[in-house]
Each structure stands twice: as C-alpha cells, then as structure tokens.
C-alpha cells in the first residue's frame, strides 16, 4: 500500500469514506514523519503529538459512524506560527513573545479547519513577524530545503513548504505579504495559493494591512481548492473580508484551460534577469498549457517595478509591528528586521500615501490588462533555493529579499490571486515554480490552470531524500 503520508488530503478522505484506513493511522504516521525530517530541515517550531491523535481519535468515531464532521475530517494539518491556535503559543519566530499565554483563539482559518475535522499536528517555522523571504529567526534558527540542506526553504512560509514537502502533513496553512506562499512553494517543489485579499479572512489583523493573505500550501491544486473551499468563508472578526465566493473551487475544477486568453511573459519585459534552466522550464509550461487548448500569447504587462512602494509600505507595517517593544526587546529581534524597522519608522505620511498611489495604479494597469487575458504566465522566482541561512544569494550584490523576488511582491500589492506550480528543475535537481496569476476575484482560473497541468502530469514533485 502506498505509504499514508504521500497521500493528499483528497486520497486520504476517501480512503477514510471507503474504510482502507483510519484518521489515527494517518495521523501516527505523519508524526512519525515529521520527527523523522525534523533534524534535517528544522521545520516545526512544535509538534503536537497527543493533541493530534486525541483529535484524531475523534474523527475516527465520527467516519466509524457514518458522520465525518466535514470535508477534511481526519486530515492531518500544519499551521505557521504566524496564525494563531487555540491552546498552543503563537510566538512568530520572536524572542520578543511570552509563550505564557493565554491562547485562547484560533485564527478564522484555523477556526474553519476545526470545524471540519482537521488534525492540527504542529506549527511550522517562519523568520520573526514574517518579514522576509526566506526562513530563519532568532527564536528557532534556519529551516533547511527538503532537496537539499545547504539550501534555503524560502519564506516567510518555509517551515510549511517544508512539511508538505517531506510528507508531514499533506496541508498547510501560509501568509503571503510579498510572496510568503509562493517563494517556498517554488523552492520546495509543491503548490502554493495567495487567494485574492480577503477571500481567507485574517485575524488578529497584519500590521503590514492588505497586503497580507492567508493561503493553502499543498501537494496538488485539487487539495489547494478543497481547502479553500474550507477556509475561504466569512468571518466577523475581519472588517475585510469578502462575501461567500458562490462556488466550490473544487466543482469547477475540471472545466479546463480551453479557449481560456492566456498572457505568458518570461521576464516582465526584460526587467528581470531569470536563469536558463528556470526560463526553460516556465516556457515548457507555457507551452504544455497552449496544448491543452488555452490561447497562450507571449506578451508582457504595462508595469514598472514596484520595489519602492513595496518597501515604503513593508517597513511602515514592520516599524509598527515593534513600534511598542522596548529598548532591551529590541535588542532580541533579527538584525535586518530592526534595519527595516528603522527605516519604516523614518518615512512621513505623505511618502506612505504616495506608495499607496503607485500600488493604486499598479492595481489599475492590472485590471486592464485582465481585460484582455484572463491570466499570466512568469516564473514565480528568477532562480532557483540558494544557500541556507543567507537573505540573498550569496555574491549577488543585493540588499535586501525583494530583490530576487520580483515576480511575487507586485501581486500583493494589486490583491489578486497567484499561485506556484512546481514544474521541473535545475541541473542539481532543485525545484521551479510556474506563477499563475489572474484579475482579483478569480481564484477559480489559477486553479482551473494549476490543476490542468497537474493532470497533464506536467506539474508535481515529491521531495528527495522523504
């Protein structure tokens, strides 16, 4: 039998429906994964052994009796200790933090998980508050890349890619502020969503405001839109959020990329200088879903790079993230936080409104670009993971992480759906990511495209060494 842990959330349902296999099965054996992969990648902050199997116990009685709580009852799940969970510290990545509690709320996604059944079976790593693409903190050290443990996870999601990855769990909870998603889903191999703004209500609120989202990060684009259609509901707590989506992402799956107006560009216009082997294999992509029916035009979007207007509005949030710590507090945090935090608290109103001009702009030049293409094509990320442990590569001359990340934070900034895909490797075997995007409120075509390639079996990688 095909060993429980490479199994989707899909499979495993249904093997729960036809009795092959129980939810505390499933469950021992990602454990027993995860503790396995823990020392090599540093992927969870905590595990949650004798939570997870009480819980799993629970689902177990409900399908003995016919009664499966809800659509991922028994599915083992991993959650960022961004987002909060009823009962267990949420200590993103700070020393900053008291553990003590209490920890009385679950986040609105954690919140809509609970209630159709899911097993919570850890919290995965992120670098401190989120704040940069790839995963490391001073509270819990460098998360590691399942191909390779040089190499970086990416971030700020790393500890999430990571699991799902190495088959600790076939779901996972994620936030994207500029690519926290998808960085790691491209790094990883694996498939990662930044639904459009507000589709997976948020709550406490981000201290970096609308440019943060809440995402599924799974093995495959069907587990991807089972999950959303579980977290992407309504929820009182976000003044944000939006209305019921009227349709299950997982119904309209199958309709397919033919006749779908597809826009494929390589490299925002020759903005970006992207790898030989991750330019390949995107266009290969491109191409397959050309084959399958979809209009695929190599063309590019009317826009400049954002960087700018990105890090005036990322360094205000993170400047107001630590705006109440002390003087000693301060002292704790990751060193390119407290320089960003410096910077942010430097800009004036005006500087931050002006960001916010160039992100409505940006936001307009989409939308009627969406009226010509119902999606674009690039690659999520220039390059493939570099060494672990490092913001940027390694001799690469740069700053700060937005500036190997130049496909990912501009659709933050417009709130509009983007997902990766893993869609082949490099010559050392390290994953690449496919970038799907598509207009605000259409999450349902970034599926229907991911899932079209994954049935085509052009997209889908399981991790070496798992």
């Known amino acids: 039998m095909t060993e429980l842990t490479e ?32 020392p090599d990648v540093n992927a969870f902050v905590r ?18 009796r016919g009664e499966p709580a809800g659509l991922l009852d028994g599915v083992p799940v991993t959650v960022k200790d961004i987002l909060l969970l009823r009962g267990h510290p949420t200590l993103r990545g700070s020393r900053t933090i008291e553990a003590a509690g209490p920890w009385a709320e679950d986040a609105p996604s954690v919140a809509r998980l609970r209630e159709h059944g899911a097993v919570f079976v850890g919290k995965t790593t992120t670098p401190e508050f989120g704040w940069k693409g790839v995963t490391d903190s001073p509270l819990s050290g460098v998360t590691r890349n399942p191909y390779g443990s040089s190499r970086t996870a990416g971030g700020s999601s790393g500890g999430s890619a990571a699991a799902v990855a190495l088959g600790a769990g076939p779901l996972s909870l994620g936030t994207d502020g500029g690519g926290s998603v998808r960085i790691p889903a491209a790094f990883c191999g694996i498939f990662g969503l930044k639904p459009t703004y507000g589709r997976v209500p948020l709550y406490p609120a981000s201290a970096f405001g609308t440019l943060s989202h809440v995402g599924p990060m799974t093995r495959t684009a069907a587990d991807a839109a089972l999950m959303l259609d ?16 009227g349709l299950s992402y997982t119904e309209v799956l199958g309709a397919g990329v033919r006749g779908l107006r597809v826009a494929y560009s390589p490299s925002l216009g020759g903005q970006v200088a992207v790898e030989p082997a991750v330019a390949a294999a995107v266009r290969r992509a491109a191409e397959r ?37 002390s003087p000693h507090q301060r002292e704790l945090l990751d060193p390119g936080l407290r320089e960003i935090c410096a910077a942010g608290a430097r800009l004036s109103a005006l500087e931050y409104l002006a960001a916010v001009d160039v992100r409505m702009d940006l936001g307009r030049r989409m939308g009627r670009f ?19 442990g490092a913001e940027v590569p390694h001799g690469s001359g740069l700053k700060r992480w937005t500036g190997w990340t130049p496909f990912t934070y501009p659709f933050n900034l417009t ?18 990511g496919l970038q799907i995007v598509a207009a605000r409120h259409r999450d349902d075509l970034v599926l229907r495209a991911a899932h079209a390639l994954y049935e085509a079996g052009a997209a889908g990688l399981t991790a070496a060494g798992s």
């Open 7 to 38: 199994l989707t959330a899909t499979e495993l349902v249904e093997g729960y429906r036809k009795g092959e296999f129980d939810p505390v099965e499933a469950t021992r054996a990602v454990l027993e994964r995860a503790e396995r992969v823990q």
């Open 47 to 64: 595990l949650l052994p004798e939570d997870a199997l009480e819980q799993a116990r629970a689902s177990a009685g409900r399908w003995r």
């Open 230 to 245: 579980v977290i992407g509901t309504p929820d009182a707590r976000d003044w944000s959020a939006l209305g019921p989506a």
């Open 289 to 325: 879903l050309a084959g399958l029916g979809a209009y695929v035009e190599e063309t590019d979007p009317d826009v400049a790079d954002p960087v700018d207007a990105f890090h005036a509005l990322w360094f205000a949030g993170a400047a107001r993230v630590v705006q109440r710590l």
């Open 370 to 388: 969406h009226e010509s293409y119902d999606l674009l094509l690039t690659p999520t990320l220039p390059l493939t993971a570099f060494e672990a």
């Open 415 to 432: 709130q509009q759906p983007a997902a990766s895909v893993p869609v082949g490797a490099d010559a050392d075997g390290l994953p690449v």
